[in-house]
């Protein structure tokens, strides 16, 4: 990862089951860890049935058809990777920007304008979907989807 963007990026997209390998194990463990540390709820699981259980509900999802992963790269350093999302039509199943790359749009590219709903939630995507004047009140929260 960087310590911030000194390049353009690019955003690459992907049919889940022609991603390739290089990206898989940072997919899953940003999004383990993130929503692990980012949810207080997830942090009051016990870490080995965290880890374990949720590791197969992020590869059932993966595994989904119409799964698609968006990955934000340096455009001159494709193994640099500044955030990724997941969704599935209109159906966003995470999204995750670095720290350190955060609020320079990034995420806003990464999402794309079809969503309606997404199912995973964090301590700063709350924020900002609760922010005044967000134009992403509108999206419904639901777990389920």
Known sequence: MSDSIDSTYSILV??????????????FSRWLRS??????LFR??????YFDHYHI??????????????LAVLSDD??????????????LDYIHVHDNNRNVGIGKSL??????????????AIQIWQKT???????????FA
């Open 44 to 49: 009051k699981m016990r870490s080995k049935e």
């Open 14 to 27: 992907y049919p889940s089951k022609l991603l390739p390998t290089m990206y898989i194990s940072l997919i």
């Open 111 to 124: 999402l794309p304008k079809n969503v309606t709903t997404f199912t995973h939630i964090t301590g700063p």
């Open 57 to 70: 509900y992020i590869e059932n999802l993966l595994s989904k058809p119409d799964s698609e992963i968006r």
């Open 78 to 91: 494709h193994d640099n990777v500044l955030g990724f999302s997941v969704v599935r039509e209109d159906v």
């Open 35 to 40: 929503l692990r540390y980012g949810n207080p």
């Open 133 to 143: 004047g967000s134009k992403y009140k509108e999206l419904k929260f639901n777990p």
